[in-house]
């Protein structure tokens, strides 16, 4: 590997973005614990019996110096970045176990997530880029299909969910499903798109060339239409990627989203908290992978 990819940036403007980036990041992490402290427990005023029925409840604990505070694992409102990264400490430590059915570690959950979203993603990628080959090379036929094309795009892919269920009757072929139609019509209107606004000089060179049909489709219609196609692919990525998480939740299939929901099952906001962070932070990590895929089928690099 070239040594010069590893080597720092020597722009300052990079430098001034990344240390207002951390500075961001301390008044927000700053502020957020200001906002969730609570005063220290006094109990000037409090009988014994009282004291002992907020003990009872949970309420207050005994720390090592014999006074009582508050019990950190007991929250009325919304938890702070300390708890919260507790929480996350607690996760990561065991991230592969498996206790029963449901109770299964963060890469696990992750995984199940990432491999659902993959196949659906997949299929549908396949499948639209077949269609809008078809209908964005024939005008006849794109001109009949665009409207209902308009029609189905804005449905969400959610709305689909009670229908795939009842059809295949599995959660899991379902949220593959919700992830499929997710991530179809974006694609294949993009890519028809594309094809329907070639430069018919490239097709007239081409016939010039005699290029025979499938030559003239790998070599001169799709690569003058990746752009597009990349464009709607891109588009469908992001709308995959918000549908595969309420699929998991409202479907309760292990994964992310899963995640999400049982722990507001189980009113633990911290652990809510980290499913949020972990959605995104798998979101992210997964679209600087593709956006690494489509530039290198781009011409924009």
Do not use: C
């Not at 720390?63 to 950190?72: I, K, L, P, T």
């Not at 702070?80 to 991230?95: A, C, F, M, T, W």
Request: proline share 6%.
């Amino acid at each position: 590997m070239n040594p010069k990819t590893w080597r720092l940036p020597r722009d300052p403007k990079w430098w001034q973005a990344k240390i207002l980036s951390v500075v961001i990041l301390v008044a927000l992490l700053g502020g957020w614990q200001y906002a969730t402290s609570r005063p220290a427990f006094d109990p000037t005023g409090k009988t014994e019996d009282e004291l002992m029925l907020l003990e009872f409840n949970g309420d207050i604990v005994m720390n090592d110096a014999g006074d009582y505070v508050f019990n950190e694992e007991k929250t009325s409102g919304v938890p702070g970045p300390l708890l919260v990264g507790k929480k996350i400490v607690e996760e990561l430590s065991h991230p592969f176990h498996k206790n029963g059915t449901n109770d299964h570690g963060i890469g696990h959950l992750i995984f199940y997530t990432v491999s659902r979203f993959s196949v659906g993603f997949v299929l549908a990628s396949v499948v639209a880029i077949l269609v809008g080959v078809v209908v964005g090379l024939n005008p006849v036929i794109f001109h009949a299909v665009n409207p209902f094309l308009q029609v189905l795009k804005p449905i969400s892919p959610l709305a689909w969910m009670p229908l795939l269920l009842y059809t295949v009757q599995k959660p899991t072929i379902t949220a593959i499903l919700v992830v499929f139609m997710a991530s179809l019509w974006p694609t294949i209107a993009n890519t028809a798109f594309g094809l329907s606004s070639i430069d018919k000089d490239y097709l007239r060179v081409s016939r010039m060339l005699e290029f025979g049909w499938f030559r003239r489709l790998f070599t001169v219609i799709l690569p003058a239409a990746a752009p597009a196609i990349v464009a709607g692919l891109r588009i469908s990525f992001g709308s995959a990627l918000v549908a595969v998480v309420p699929a998991e939740m409202l479907l309760g299939e292990l994964g992310v989203g899963y995640l999400t929901w049982i722990e507001w099952n189980n009113l633990d906001i911290a652990g809510v908290l980290f499913a949020i962070l972990v959605v995104g932070f798998v979101g992210f990590l997964m679209d600087a992978l593709f956006s690494k895929l489509s530039k290198a089928a781009s011409y924009a690099t």
